[in-house]
C-alpha cells in the first residue's frame, strides 16, 4: 500500500526543497534538501557529511561528478533518509569534497525510491513511496 506525504510548494519559492532527516551511524540531521529531477545524483556536502560522522578517508569509492562539480572529488557513501513520516530508506549519495552546494536529491536513486508530484499550480509537492 502506498504512502504518501505533502509539503507546501510556495508561490514565491524558485526552487523545490522538502525538510527531511539524515542519518549516517548513530547521528541524525534535520535539513533541507533539493529535488532536482535534472540531477543524475544524490548529492551531500562535506559539512553534512562530517556532521553525520563520515568519515572521507573510510569513503573508498570515487565517483566523478560533471558540470560545475567536474573538479570536485566526490566519494559514495549510504545515508538513510526520512521524508515526512514515511519509512526511513537507505540511498546512496556522492559525497562531494565541497560544502558550497546543496544537498541533492537526485535520479540515482531518489526518484527511483519515490514517486513526485510537483503540484505548482497548487502550491504542494506530493512524494509517494510503494
Known amino acids: 500500500m502506498p504512502s504518501r506525504v505533502e509539503f507546501p510548494f510556495p508561490d514565491n519559492a524558485a526552487l523545490p526543497t522538502i525538510p527531511i532527516i539524515l542519518s549516517y551511524t548513530d547521528s541524525l540531521i534535520s535539513t533541507n534538501a533539493l529535488l532536482d529531477t535534472g540531477s543524475t545524483v544524490n548529492l551531500l556536502p562535506y559539512d553534512i557529511g ?32 526520512q521524508v515526512g513520516n514515511l519509512e526511513p530508506v537507505r ?21 527511483r525510491e519515490f514517486d513526485v508530484c510537483f503540484q505548482r499550480s497548487q502550491c504542494t509537492i506530493e512524494i509517494t513511496r510503494f
Open 91 to 111: 540511498l546512496a549519495f556522492a559525497w562531494a569534497q565541497t560544502s558550497q552546494v546543496p544537498l541533492i536529491l537526485g535520479q540515482t536513486n531518489f526518484f
Open 50 to 81: 562530517l556532521q553525520l560522522g563520515a568519515i572521507w578517508e573510510e569513503q573508498t569509492v570515487r565517483l566523478p561528478l560533471a558540470g560545475n562539480l567536474a573538479r570536485v572529488e566526490a566519494r559514495g557513501i549510504f545515508v538513510h533518509i
